[in-house]
């Protein structure tokens, strides 16, 4: 047995001496002051660390290093392992933070030196020193209890707030003053007590960092200056916040913080006096001004947000939650906004004025699991017509009033509406419109109710009668826009496709005479025609083509002069074939026209209809059984002037005449002529007359 306690006895004093050797002799301190260079030095091919003297005994330290030739590290005094006290001088200046980063495993840039004193022992020491972080006037006081924080003074004036975020190893977002006193009498949580006052002046973004780190777009200079002032207590701390700002201010009048279980509860204010200056940050230029104030709470990774705002001279209350910082729920209300405040503040045309009410309970605010309901009310609302015609090149006359309800159901990734527009001009509903907001696709159907075509007279530049109902979908996916309808109109169907700009219409077994009616044309034919239009809406061309079956012409001005030249009832002739085909160049028609019946056939080449102007311009090249004449039709549209060429038809009356009254024509002329009846002096006179007129 007593072998093996002198065995223990000895393994002790050999480890103890080991231990002492490796750390309290020359020998050891020079393994020890080995180890630390090859660490700091290891994979950092511009950093070199010397340590010119690491001296550690039982009573006295001293570590005396070099980095680079330019930064040094002096720690020195005395040190009682056995006591546990400490009487240490130090002196450190880091030219480069990021040197010791294998050492400190700290992401530190930049300079950094201070020096000071570290005197006490186990029960109560004291770290006192002064620094000059980040350009500073530093001063801090520590006393220790258990080598523990028990009490902290630090006073810091004008450190750079742009050499602090170097320090950090962060972009410089700014550059100004930081000025901060700490005063805490007592750092134990539970016995908490003391303020720390924290000011920022003479700041200003850098507008470059900030829209490369966060993609924005700030040309404007920014300039703020902070106040916060924070007193503490045990378990908890109380905070006031000001940040004034050249965009906006912040006012957060007390912020309380539980140390124990992090929960939080703060009220808040926010003023933009001008935001315009916002432009930046939301890529658009608004207008106005805004505020908000309201409350919040924070506990775990939930945090909530309730506040009210005067945005559009509304009522505004929402009550939202966060979870892992992103949206969780939302529920809002905004009474009583005005149209035109909108508009306004989008920095929009003010070419609408109303109220404005939108309800929004958003169950689940998460996409994948989206759950809620948003309804959207415009009442008493109008057009400001002079400047939707300035803006949009219309030419209203009448004024537009308006209201819109829109009922939203929000259910995973996709946003599902019912909608009403009520106007003056018409109606538009629609059942189902989905908007997508996985690909930002909407997908929707329509009727469009239109009671009186004649107030539509502004917006499509024709003079129309009658009604409409059109109903159809329209969608929008991938950058494709497609809008199609169907309507049962003119005594016949009308469906048109349109994508994107490229529109197909056609008109199936209308009735002309109510397509003339619509269009406030004469009433001229009567038949069942079918029509196709095809038509770029971006270069304004297109192509109009069109089939009449088994028409005829009703009694007009054009009909009732033929017949008294011609001995001829045009309207009792039926045309079996009557084909158009039209150029379109915006409002103008350049039109062909062919129309056969058994007795006649109408030709028109190059005929000119302008629908804006209500012009005409045309060549009628008609045939009545053997005879030829030309029509001309020009003027407006609904009292056109028409000319006739008829020298075929008035030569034929003629010759009918002179034969029909040849022999009275014959005496007469014998008389004057002083001749006989057998003389043919008379008759040649005839047959020259005949002659002149051919």
Same mark, same amino acid.
Request: charged share 25%; glycine share 4%; proline share 2%.
């Given at each position: 047995?007593? !072998?093996?306690?002198?065995?223990?006895?000895?393994? &002790?004093?050999?480890?103890?001496?080991?231990?002492?050797?490796?750390?309290?002799?020359?020998?050891?301190?020079?393994?020890?002051?080995?180890?630390?260079?090859?660490? /700091?030095?290891?994979?950092?091919?511009?950093?070199?660390?010397?340590?010119?003297?690491?001296?550690?005994?039982?009573?006295?330290?001293?570590?005396?290093?070099?980095?680079?030739?330019?930064?040094?590290?002096? =720690?020195?005094?005395?040190?009682?392992?056995?006591?546990?006290?400490?009487?240490?001088?130090?002196?450190?200046? &880091?030219?480069?933070?990021?040197?010791?980063?294998?050492?400190?495993?700290?992401?530190?840039?930049?300079?950094?030196?201070?020096?000071?004193?570290?005197?006490?022992?186990?029960?109560?020491?004291?770290?006192?020193?002064?620094?000059?972080?980040?350009?500073?006037?530093?001063?801090?006081?520590?006393? %220790?209890?258990?080598?523990?924080?028990?009490? =902290?003074?630090?006073? $810091?004036?004008? +450190?750079?707030?742009?050499?602090?975020?170097?320090?950090?190893?962060?972009?410089?977002?700014? !550059?100004?003053?930081?000025?901060?006193?700490?005063?805490?009498?007592?750092?134990?949580?539970?016995?908490?007590?003391?303020?720390?006052?924290?000011?920022? $002046?003479?700041?200003?973004?850098?507008?470059?960092?900030?829209?490369?780190?966060?993609?924005?777009?700030?040309?404007?200079?920014?300039?703020?200056?902070?106040?916060?002032?924070?007193?503490?207590?045990?378990?908890?701390? @109380?905070?006031?916040?000001?940040?004034?700002?050249?965009?906006?201010?912040?006012?957060?009048?007390?912020?309380?913080?539980?140390?124990?279980?992090?929960?939080?509860?703060?009220?808040?204010?926010?003023?933009?006096?001008?935001?315009?200056?916002?432009?930046?940050?939301?890529?658009?230029?608004?207008?106005?001004?805004?505020?908000?104030?309201?409350?919040?709470?924070?506990?775990?990774?939930?945090?909530?947000?309730?506040?009210?705002?005067?945005?559009?001279?509304?009522?505004?209350?929402?009550?939202?939650?966060?979870?892992?910082?992103?949206?969780?729920s939302f529920e809002f209300s905004i009474e009583n906004a005005k149209l035109e405040k909108l508009l306004q503040m989008l920095n929009e045309p003010i070419y609408a004025l109303g109220d404005l009410n939108i309800q929004g309970d958003i169950k689940n605010a998460n996409l994948d699991k989206l759950d809620g309901t948003i309804s959207s009310k415009i009442t008493n609302a109008s057009i400001v017509n002079e400047v939707a015609n300035t803006v949009f090149k219309e030419n209203l006359q009448e004024k537009v009033n308006?209201?819109?309800?829109?009922?939203?159901?929000? /259910?995973?990734?996709? +946003?599902?509406?019912?909608?009403?527009?009520?106007?003056?001009?018409?109606?538009?509903?629609?059942?189902?419109?989905?908007?997508?907001?996985?690909?930002?696709?909407?997908?929707?159907?329509?009727? %469009?109710?239109?009671?009186?075509?004649?107030?539509?007279?502004?917006?499509?530049?024709?003079?129309?009668?009658?009604?409409?109902?059109?109903?159809?979908?329209?969608?929008?996916? #991938?950058?494709?826009?497609?809008?199609?309808?169907?309507?049962?109109?003119?005594?016949?169907? %009308?469906?048109? #496709?349109?994508?994107?700009?490229?529109?197909? *219409?056609?008109?199936?077994?209308?009735?002309?005479?109510?397509?003339?009616?619509?269009? *406030?044309?004469? !009433?001229?034919?009567?038949?069942?025609?079918?029509?196709?239009?095809?038509?770029?809406?971006? /270069?304004?061309?297109?192509?109009?083509?069109?089939?009449?079956?088994?028409?005829?012409?009703?009694?007009?001005?054009?009909?009732?002069?033929?017949?008294?030249?011609?001995?001829?009832?045009?309207?009792?002739?039926?045309? @079996?074939?009557?084909? $158009?085909?039209?150029?379109?160049?915006?409002?103008?028609?350049?039109?062909?026209?062919?129309?056969?019946?058994?007795?006649?056939?109408?030709?028109? !080449?190059?005929?000119?209809?302008?629908?804006?102007?209500?012009?005409?311009?045309?060549?009628?090249?008609?045939?009545?059984?053997?005879?030829?004449?030309?029509?001309?039709?020009?003027?407006?549209?609904?009292?056109?002037?028409?000319?006739?060429?008829?020298?075929?038809?008035?030569?034929?009356?003629?010759?009918?005449?002179?034969?029909?009254?040849?022999?009275?024509?014959?005496?007469?002329?014998?008389?004057?002529?002083?001749?006989?009846?057998?003389?043919?002096?008379?008759?040649?006179?005839?047959?020259?007359?005949?002659?002149?007129?051919?």
């Open positions: 047995m007593k !072998k093996i306690f002198l065995l223990l006895t000895l393994i &002790i004093i050999l480890i103890l001496g080991s231990i002492y050797g490796l750390l309290f002799t020359k020998f050891g301190n020079n393994i020890v002051s080995s180890y630390i260079e090859r660490k /700091v030095n290891l994979d950092q091919k511009d950093v070199k660390l010397k340590v010119n003297d690491f001296t550690l005994t039982l009573n006295y330290l001293n570590f005396d290093a070099w980095i680079n030739d330019n930064s040094k590290i002096n =720690i020195s005094g005395d040190l009682s392992i056995l006591k546990k006290s400490v009487d240490l001088k130090y002196d450190i200046k &880091i030219n480069e933070l990021s040197t010791l980063k294998n050492l400190t495993k700290l992401e530190f840039k930049g300079p950094f030196s201070t020096n000071g004193i570290f005197i006490g022992n186990e029960k109560e020491a004291i770290i006192q020193g002064i620094s000059d972080i980040a350009q500073s006037q530093t001063k801090y006081y520590f006393n %220790l209890e258990q080598f523990e924080a028990r009490n =902290i003074n630090v006073q $810091i004036k004008n +450190a750079k707030i742009e050499d602090l975020l170097v320090l950090l190893n962060k972009p410089k977002y700014a !550059k100004g003053d930081l000025n901060i006193l700490a005063d805490i009498k007592d750092a134990n949580i539970s016995n908490l007590d003391g303020m720390i006052v924290l000011k920022i $002046i003479n700041a200003k973004i850098n507008n470059e960092v900030i829209n490369k780190e966060f993609n924005q777009t700030f040309t404007s200079p920014i300039s703020f200056h902070s106040d916060i002032n924070a007193l503490l207590y045990p378990n908890k701390a @109380e905070i006031k916040t000001d940040l004034i700002s050249s965009i906006a201010d912040i006012f957060v009048n007390k912020t309380s913080i539980d140390l124990l279980s992090n929960k939080i509860e703060s009220d808040y204010k926010i003023d933009v006096k001008n935001l315009s200056k916002l432009e930046g940050l939301f890529s658009k230029k608004l207008n106005g001004e805004f505020s908000t104030n309201g409350n919040i709470k924070s506990a775990d990774d939930i945090v909530e947000i309730d506040g009210t705002s005067n945005i559009f001279e509304s009522t505004t209350k929402f009550d939202t939650k966060l979870k892992d910082f992103k949206p969780s308006f209201d819109l309800n829109v009922n939203t159901n929000l /259910v995973p990734n996709q +946003a599902v509406s019912k909608a009403t527009l009520q106007t003056t001009l018409g109606n538009l509903t629609t059942q189902k419109s989905v908007y997508d907001f996985g690909d930002k696709s909407f997908d929707s159907d329509y009727l %469009l109710n239109l009671p009186s075509l004649e107030k539509m007279k502004n917006f499509l530049k024709i003079n129309l009668r009658g009604k409409m109902d059109i109903n159809g979908n329209i969608s929008n996916k #991938n950058d494709i826009f497609l809008l199609n309808g169907k309507s049962n109109t003119l005594g016949g169907n %009308l469906d048109f #496709n349109l994508n994107n700009n490229k529109l197909n *219409a056609n008109l199936k077994n209308v009735d002309i005479q109510e397509l003339l009616n619509m269009l *406030a044309y004469p !009433k001229i034919f009567d038949s069942k025609g079918t029509f196709v239009l095809d038509y770029d809406l971006l /270069v304004k061309k297109g192509e109009l083509k069109g089939n009449l079956l088994n028409g005829h012409f009703l009694p007009n001005d054009f009909s009732m002069i033929l017949d008294k030249l011609a001995k001829f009832d045009l309207t009792k002739e039926v045309y @079996e074939t009557f084909d $158009i085909n039209s150029q379109i160049n915006d409002k103008v028609l350049t039109s062909d026209l062919l129309m056969k019946s058994v007795n006649t056939q109408i030709d028109i !080449k190059d005929s000119i209809l302008d629908l804006e102007q209500k012009q005409i311009d045309a060549k009628i090249n008609a045939t009545i059984k053997d005879k030829t004449f030309v029509v001309g039709v020009n003027g407006e549209t609904s009292h056109p002037k028409i000319s006739f060429n008829t020298k075929d038809l008035i030569k034929e009356e003629i010759n009918k005449q002179l034969e029909k009254k040849k022999d009275k024509i014959e005496e007469k002329l014998n008389k004057v002529l002083g001749g006989n009846s057998e003389d043919d002096k008379a008759k040649k006179l005839i047959e020259n007359l005949k002659f002149l007129i051919k």
